[in-house]
């Protein structure tokens, strides 16, 4: 069982930065592939970014690439997403998801993930 919290968000004018932060439960994360999702009200909740269990991999959303930059710090069993030049459109609650994976799994889609934080809202107003 893994359990997920995220931080760091907030509202920030267009063309700020914000950094989002998840920190995982449990002694094992480094096994966990990690994806950033966001919602916004009566849309499907949409892929951001993928970071493999070992960090080699990455791959962003054509919306963000560029502009955000997922990591992760397996001794602090952390995620970041990193979001600079933030737009309005950019607005919406941001979920850190994971799933034990073995190496080569990209996970791009919700339903491939097995655990969920709660989210953080990131509003960035024009």
């Known amino acids: 069982q893994v359990q997920l919290v995220e931080s760091g968000g907030g509202l920030v004018q267009a063309g700020g930065s914000l950094t989002l932060s998840c920190v995982a439960s449990?002694?094992?994360?480094?096994?966990?592939?990690m994806g950033w999702f966001r919602q916004v009200p009566g849309k499907e909740r949409e892929f951001v970014a993928f970071?493999?269990?070992?960090?080699?991999?990455?791959y962003y959303a054509d919306s963000v690439k560029g502009r955000f930059t997922i990591s992760r710090d397996n001794a602090k069993n952390t995620g970041y997403l990193q979001m600079n030049s933030l737009k309005p459109e950019d607005t919406a609650v941001y979920y850190c998801?994971?799933?034990?994976?073995?190496?080569?799994?990209?996970?791009?889609?919700?339903?491939?993930?097995?655990?969920w934080g709660l989210g953080t809202q990131v509003t960035v107003s024009s």
């Open positions: 998801a994971a799933k034990r994976s073995d190496m080569g799994w990209v996970g791009t889609r919700p339903n491939q993930y097995d655990y």
């Open positions: 970071i493999s269990a070992s960090a080699r991999s990455t």
């Open positions: 449990g002694r094992t994360f480094s096994s966990y592939g």
